[in-house]
């Protein structure tokens, strides 16, 4: 995988943490738009990995 994403980010003329970083944007904005936005911080005693919408 990591030869694929360094494929891609060179392709789009980006360092593989530039991508990297785009891609998490992109799934975040994703989240917000089919959850709704994110607000304030998650404290770190409750940051768990949510339960899975069906």
């Given at each position: 995988m990591?030869?694929k994403?360094?494929?891609?980010?060179?392709y789009?003329?980006?360092s593989?943490?530039?991508?990297?970083?785009?891609l998490?944007?992109?799934?975040i904005?994703?989240?917000e738009?089919?959850?709704?936005?994110?607000?304030?911080?998650?404290?770190?005693?409750?940051?768990v990995?949510?339960?899975?919408?069906?």
């Amino acid at each position: 995988m990591l030869r694929k994403i360094g494929y891609v980010a060179d392709y789009e003329g980006r360092s593989v943490n530039s991508h990297i970083l785009v891609l998490i944007r992109e799934s975040i904005k994703k989240f917000e738009v089919e959850n709704g936005k994110i607000e304030n911080t998650i404290r770190p005693d409750i940051n768990v990995k949510p339960t899975r919408k069906n």
